[in-house]
């Protein structure tokens, strides 16, 4: 099992307020996998994710992820798993505004362990042609091709996504999701997908749904449904 989340717990304490964010998450992916962790705004869906990239740290539990114990790591090798092998892709794009394409995506280079070829990636992307371009010169889904671009040429074993359709509009988020499937079947990646758009667990092999800490429903799709193929 590539990721093996047992009783994971978090909470955060305001002053003397309590707020138990995670309660004892259950989940499991395999390797070369997509999922899905479907849930509302305030449900920990980000705190889950956060926590699987080496970001924060869970209470208790355990985070397996490819044989590592992720909760138990030092601060250093947590700064060195989460540069090595994990890729983030979020709602807004967090583009460097006075770097071109290229150099958005060449900034990662020197903190990864085997990257892949930069004009490989763009063209996986397709924007092999904007290479020289600012991101003030690119539109909404072109940014966020780049932000993936930039995750995925690190070659992590694990892509994070969060909201990543949250900020585009239905025609630009459905080619956002195809690329998304495209990098999983070229390069066998790992995807966890945080969203609450329930129209795009049908994508996934496993989707989870979380409501106020739990995982209240597991979901295994025994037919995946083609990224083109979405609507909602």
């Not at 994508?203 to 106020?212: G, Q």
Request: one cysteine or more.
């Amino acid at each position: 099992m590539f990721i093996d989340i047992s009783n994971l717990k978090k909470s955060y304490t305001t002053g003397v307020v309590i707020t138990e964010v995670l309660k004892g998450i259950e989940m499991k992916l395999e390797k070369g996998e997509i999922g899905v962790i479907l849930g509302p705004s305030g449900s920990g869906k980000s705190t889950l994710m956060n926590i699987l990239g080496g970001i924060d740290r869970g209470d208790s539990g355990s985070v397996i992820v490819d044989g590592v114990e992720v909760n138990k790591l030092s601060d250093n090798k947590l700064t060195d798993y989460r540069r090595g092998d994990i890729g983030f892709v979020f709602q807004f794009y967090n583009l460097v505004p006075n770097l071109t394409v290229g150099e958005n995506i060449e900034v990662v280079l020197n903190i990864s362990k085997s990257p892949l070829n930069i004009d490989e990636v763009l063209a996986a992307v397709e924007m092999q042609d904007k290479k020289h371009r600012f991101p003030r010169e690119l539109s909404g889904g072109e940014q966020q091709r780049v932000s993936i671009a930039r995750a995925i040429v690190k070659n992590p074993k694990l892509l994070l996504c969060d909201e990543p359709t949250g900020a585009l509009d239905f025609l630009t988020s459905r080619s956002i999701l195809q690329l998304l499937e495209q990098v999983n079947k070229k390069y066998g990646t790992t995807i966890l997908m945080i969203t609450h758009n329930a129209a795009i667990s049908a994508m996934a092999n496993r989707v989870f749904k979380l409501r106020s800490g739990e995982i209240v429903e597991e979901v295994v799709n025994q037919v995946i449904v083609p990224a083109e193929r979405i609507e909602w």
